[in-house]
């Protein structure tokens, strides 16, 4: 990948709303395709002419540092990798909590930690994919909702701390992936994907707030499906 595009680095990009926000973002950057699965990634990355897979497990945080530190100048971070294990707090046990822990929130602080100075060099842009979750906690979210309301608050204090970057949370609404189709078979509904906001309706808006012009800093963007 040599050009002068801007570069971005996009987890989650193996598939769902980060691989949305990859295909939108390829024609104006350099696009590196987060993800741990190299299938998926190089599946990917053959539609899109300026990507390339950038594989790690982004709980491993020996392998993350090695990544990062390959990068020296990143213009925008899209933290889209997630999980979403669910449970009421009586049933939800410390593995729940410590998956959606590490994954949603540890893993978010430190890959943006490792990235800062590549992200300063370039008066960067960090964008994180939060939810609806992330504002309102309700019944049987616990463990999820916890973990993005952590990193709603790492947003604010990082774009507090880092005046030359500009830092977005996005809230989407329930959105047609994988991760919402194993929701609602857990919640035992049928799955109507038409309910539901599409993974490029969450891209467009990663794509409004990167674009946008460097006085206005999108803070925050909440979607929700639009009405029938
Ligand atoms: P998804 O379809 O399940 O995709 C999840 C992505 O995260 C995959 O690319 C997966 O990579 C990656 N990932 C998970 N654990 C990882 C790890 N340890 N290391 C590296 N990558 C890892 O999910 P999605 O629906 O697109 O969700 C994207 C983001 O949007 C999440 O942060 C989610 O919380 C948020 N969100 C989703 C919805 C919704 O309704 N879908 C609503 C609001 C917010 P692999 O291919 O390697 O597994």
Redesign the pocket.
């Known amino acids: 990948m040599t050009s002068d595009l801007p570069l971005a680095l996009v987890?989650?990009?193996?598939?769902?709303?980060?691989a949305a926000v990859a295909h939108q973002l390829e024609p104006t950057h350099r696009v590196l395709l987060?993800?741990?699965?190299a299938n998926?990634l190089a599946a990917v990355a053959e539609r899109l002419p300026g990507a390339s897979p950038w594989q790690?497990?982004?709980?491993d945080f020996n392998a993350l540092a090695t990544r990062a530190a390959e990068i020296t100048s990143l213009d925008v971070l899209v933290h889209?990798?997630?999980?979403?294990d669910l449970g009421t707090i009586e049933s939800a046990g410390v593995s729940a909590w410590r998956k959606n822990f590490e994954?949603?929130t540890l893993?978010v602080v430190e890959l943006t930690r490792l990235l800062l100075p590549a992200l300063r060099a370039a008066r960067g842009h960090v964008v994180i994919?939060?939810?609806?979750a992330g504002l309102n906690a309700r019944a049987g979210w616990a463990p999820y909702a916890a973990s993005?309301f952590a990193v709603r608050a790492f947003a604010d204090a990082l774009r507090a701390e880092e005046e030359t970057l500009r830092v977005t949370s996005i809230y989407?609404?329930?959105?047609d992936?994988?991760?919402?189709q194993a929701i609602v078979a857990d919640e035992g509904f049928d799955y109507d994907a038409s309910r539901?906001l599409r993974?490029d309706s969450v891209a467009t808006a990663v794509l409004t707030a990167v674009s946008a012009s460097r006085d206005a800093h999108l803070t925050d963007l909440t979607l929700r499906p639009g009405p029938a």
């Open positions: 987890t989650g990009a193996s598939r769902g709303i980060g987060g993800g741990r699965d998926a790690v497990d982004l709980t889209s990798a997630g999980v979403a994954v949603n893993a994919i939060n939810s609806g993005k989407p609404g329930r959105t992936t994988e991760m919402q539901y993974p």
